[in-house]
Nanobody, 124 residues
């Protein structure tokens, strides 16, 4: 059984930075598709950044150049460094895993494990 636990959310002003962490039970960080998604109440959950098992990364256009996804294989932690945050980045951020595939499809469809989410609030 895989368990994902996010931390690092909070409230910052626009232009600030936050780093989200996802502690992963089970040694899947370097074997599975791992990613970050976010959701605003009343809207669909959307992909933010993903990392394939080989380390290939993908980003939503809205966060390219500002967010960086990374992993610590030894500690089984997935990170999301978020810089130059904007009010439109406000959302609940979820750590996700697709353990059936090493390559991510940047879609919620194939995700089979989710964390509980961590709230990020950006004020203008």
């Amino acid at each position: 059984q895989v368990h994902l636990a996010e931390s690092g959310g909070g409230s910052v002003q626009a232009g600030g930075s936050l780093r989200l962490s996802c502690t992963v039970s089970g040694h899947i960080v370097s074997k599975a598709c791992m990613g970050w998604f976010r959701q605003v109440t009343g809207k669909e959950r959307e992909g933010v950044a993903t990392m394939d098992s080989d380390g290939t990364t993908k980003y939503a256009d809205s966060v390219k150049g500002r967010f960086t996804i990374s992993r610590d294989r030894a500690e089984n932690i997935l990170y999301l460094q978020m810089n130059n945050l904007k009010p439109e980045d406000t959302a609940t951020y979820y750590c996700a895993a697709d353990t059936a595939r090493g390559r991510c499809w940047f879609s919620t469809y194939y995700i089979n494990y989710w964390g509980k989410g961590t709230l990020v609030t950006i004020s203008s």
